[in-house]
């Protein structure tokens, strides 16, 4: 997720990019912040890599954040545009270049989270990583990244998309509780977790990775099983595999 702020203030400037940082790592997004004191080199950046969401101050100079957002559109029809500004007056110009939402100066915490629970609620969410600690370093991860995990010798083994492995020294509880509520991943018994995106088959006792790696289900999480994954399989638009 890339989010750009466009501002000449450079105290709301200063002020919007870092809240927005700090709201990124609390809800656990994946994302970066870029800050800009003038349209023209919030364009030509954009020109370069499409940015997810951007806060436009209304009043600028040279360029005021209408025109640069009629000049971002020229090329962007999916940036998530967001007008900064101290007065509602230019509504039907932000309703002509689609606009999601204007932001009254001042503003403050509460009413960028609700923001981004709008955002979360409209639109496909960014995806989310777990910070892990890995052979005394912090590793960042992201949830799609993680294949399957294993609980061995006090110590969580966490298998990642490319092949690689991360040894955190968490207890297997501790590892699950970081990714509670993200339908994707199933304890399949004692000490064992995959990601149900990652399987290419569930035959009943085992769940089969593109890999080959197979993947033991305890007997009295079989039917929790072929039940998620069907899930799964519905939500990809797989077709059954059951």
């Known amino acids: 997720m890339r989010v750009a702020v466009v501002d000449d203030n450079a105290r709301d400037r200063a002020w919007l990019a870092e809240e927005l940082e700090a709201l990124l790592a609390r809800r656990g997004l994946v994302g970066s912040v870029t ?109 799609g990244d993680v294949l399957w995990a294993e609980h061995f010798q006090h110590q969580v083994q966490v298998h990642t998309a490319g092949g690689g492995t991360l040894s ?33 088959d569930f035959d009943g006792r085992d769940f089969r990775l593109a890999d080959g790696t197979r993947l033991p289900v305890s007997r009295d999480l079989g039917a929790a099983a072929r039940s998620a994954f069907g899930d799964r399989l519905f939500h990809q638009g797989r077709g059954a595999k059951l």
Do not use: I, W
Not at 52 to 74: H, I, K, N, Q
Not at 102 to 117: A, D, H, I, N, Q
Not at 173 to 200: H, I, K, Q, S, Y
């Open 168 to 200: 955190t020294r968490l207890a297997f509880r501790e590892f699950t509780e970081l990714l509670a509520g993200d339908p994707r991943f199933f304890v399949c018994g004692r000490g064992l977790l995959v990601n149900l995106d990652c399987a290419a």
């Open 35 to 143: 800050a800009f004191d003038r349209g023209g080199a919030f364009l030509e950046a954009a020109r370069a890599e499409c940015f997810t969401l951007a806060f436009l101050d209304v009043y600028m100079e040279p360029m005021d954040g209408v025109e640069t957002a009629r000049a971002l559109r020229s090329f962007d029809p999916d940036c998530l545009l967001v007008f900064s500004t101290s007065s509602s007056d230019h509504a039907l110009e932000g309703y002509r270049v689609q606009a999601v939402q204007y932001l009254v100066k001042p503003y403050g915490l509460e009413e960028l989270e609700r923001l981004f629970s709008l955002l979360e609620r409209v639109f496909p969410a960014p995806e989310k990583y777990v910070e892990l600690r890995n052979r005394r370093q912090t590793v960042r991860v992201r949830l």
